[in-house]
């Protein structure tokens, strides 16, 4: 290169001379220094040597090692910075370490969030110490001994919790009835605590434990009802009441700290493969009701009308006893007039007897001659004509 300096510097034995090496440095008189026989040859620093190793030691080429080692996923890592090798914490004024400190001041963190404990209104909690049971601790702050020497468990013992058997309204839960029939019942319990100790320590399972009660219970229930009962509401009351007491009896003698607040019958239907049959069966039955029904009526109105005329004979009864001669005439008489006014037959006892006068025949002459008399009059024929 013209006037420019060889970048990679004279070779040994090569002459100050020497003009193909490098324009500019070429022949006598040059600006180059003569150089030291014994000095190493110099020259630009080598771009892939590792930092700090131009200069000592012999060259060598470079390793991919080398240029990845001291890279991270943001870029090269930069010595003292964070993150880096030399990352240290942030000292005392005095020069000591804060991680004592922190420390310290987590594990006071840790004893307070374990010893210190609010208990609602609702609730109630159990503290057990190593494992054991040691007391109950009612509503309000309490304090106990850290995490791990003693845990606190806390439930809520007034509010109402309901189970629903069975789970899902499409599983059907068939139980037998006492007259041999078959119903569908799915029903509602609920129930809450009373005793959080034996909730917690006398019992594994306790909700599968009064899922399992109420379902013996019901079927022994049912066992002693009939079809008709079970769908009826009377009937759907009582065993609901009487599941309800079964229920509280098993587990009172289970220790299970369990109360039994009530008892719902939600659904009440015959099995899914009968139910055909069993709405004809229904329709027949509300048939045989209505007609039923309808007699009951006649008898009532039957029943209704002879005490009514049996209270008038009493009262007919009565006026006779006080004078019978004439009642008895008046009730002939009025018998006569009722049944004479309804027939035109005349009875002639003996001969020469007058009878009474016809007055309805007469009325109904009298009735058919008035017409007669509007229409025009007939020629005469003569007499010697038959009729």
Known sequence: MAGGRNPWGKGPGKGSGDASNGGGEGG?????????????????????????????????????????????PEGPRRTGGPGGPNFRLPQRPGGGSWLPFAIIGLVAVLVLATSVHLVEAQEKAVVKTLGNYTRTLDSGLNFTAPFPIETVDIEDVQGVRALRIPGSSENAK?????????????????????NLENFKF???????????????????????????????GQGRAEIEQDVRQRMQIALDAYNSGIQVLGVEIDKADPPAEVVDSFRDVSVAEQNADASRNQA?????????????????????????????????????????????????TTVVENEGVTTYLPLPEVRRRSNTAAPAATAPAQPAQPQGESQ
């Not at 049996?310 to 006779?320: L, P, Q, R």
């Open 202 to 232: 006398s019992l594994v399972e306790p909700i599968e434990t009064v899922g399992e009660v109420a379902e013996a219970a019901m079927r022994a229930e049912v066992a002693e009802k009939t079809l008709d009962e079970t769908f009826s």
């Open 28 to 72: 006598e008189g040059g600006d180059t220094p003569p150089q030291d026989p014994g000095a190493k040859p110099k020259g630009p620093k080598n771009p892939w040597l590792p930092p700090g190793a131009s200069g000592s030691g012999p060259r060598r080429s470079a390793n991919i090692e080398d240029i990845f080692k001291n890279r991270g």
């Open 296 to 344: 009951r009526g006649y008898a009532q109105q039957v029943l209704a009308q002879a005490q009514g005329e049996a209270e008038a004979f009493d009262e007919v009864y009565e006026e006779y006893r006080l004078a019978p001669e004439v009642t008895r005439r008046r009730l002939y008489y009025e018998t006569m007039e009722r049944v004479l006014s309804q027939t035109d």
């Open 174 to 194: 068939l139980i037998l009835t006492g007259d041999q029939n078959l119903v569908d019942l799915s029903y509602i319990v609920r129930w809450n605590i009373k």
